[in-house]
């Protein structure tokens, strides 16, 4: 158990709909990962929150949005959602802003858009 | 930005035999290399990383290599047993402040046969 928690750990729904997926991080981590992962494309790294901010964007769509809150969980919003936006979507967390910390992933939550 | 190269994408070993993947990176100013292990229905979970400063790092079975110069590492696993057997994903980034997220390479899928 990585201590980082995602909820729901499935999620069916219809294209056009919006969702919104949740983490909650490790006690005392600050940083806040998404990673998108399908069949085809693997691990990809969509955005970084720190301590509330953004940091860093990856290959994020203008569809999806995230945000980490106070208490430093944070959500994913994925809206108008596309047949191609099935994927696993994971959260990861870690104690600072440095690159080279190590992250920490959840059990991620299994998106299939109908 | 950085890519990182994986390979083989998939592996199968017989039990007591040597695994090794291997993977190439782009950015040269790359010096943070972590080794995650998927298991089916579960987060990347980090199990061995190098820096820049070091070419070899081992823990217990398994053992990492870095190349700086030609810009290439290696996973090396020894005596494997079954619970190896899981999807094996490299990493790559920058360190140091600032945010310097992960690029994965898109995984190997190891089978060890009993």
């Known amino acids: 158990d990585s201590g980082v928690t995602q909820t729901p750990k499935h999620l069916i729904t219809a294209t056009g709909q919006r969702v919104t997926l949740r983490c909650s991080p490790r006690?005392?981590?600050?940083?806040v990962y998404w990673y998108q992962q399908s069949l085809d494309q693997g691990l990809q790294f969509l955005i970084h929150y720190y301590n509330g901010e953004e940091r860093a964007k990856g290959n994020i769509l203008e569809r999806f949005s995230a945000q980490q809150f106070p208490d430093l969980h944070s959500e994913l919003n994925l809206s108008s959602l596309e047949l191609g936006d099935s994927a696993l979507y994971f959260c990861?967390?870690?104690?600072?802003?440095?690159?080279?910390?190590?992250?920490?992933f959840g059990p991620g939550t299994r998106l299939t858009v109908l | 930005g950085e890519n990182v190269e994986q390979h083989p994408s998939t592996l199968s070993v017989q039990e007591g035999d040597s695994a090794v993947i291997k993977c190439t990176y782009s950015d040269s100013a790359s010096n943070y290399f972590p080794w995650y292990k998927q298991e089916l229905g579960k987060g990347p979970q980090l199990i061995i990383d190098i820096r820049s400063n070091v070419g070899e790092k081992k823990d217990q079975r398994i053992a990492v290599t870095l190349n700086k110069t030609a810009k290439h590492f290696s996973l090396h696993i020894t005596e494997t047993q079954p619970e190896d057997s899981a999807v094996y994903f490299c990493?790559?980034?920058?360190?140091?402040?600032?945010?310097?997220?992960?690029?994965f390479g898109k995984g190997t899928k190891l089978s060890v046969i009993p």
């Open positions: 006690s005392g981590d600050l940083s």
């Open positions: 990493a790559a980034s920058r360190t140091g402040a600032g945010s310097y997220q992960l690029t």
């Open positions: 990861a967390s870690s104690v600072g802003l440095a690159g080279g910390d190590e992250q920490f």
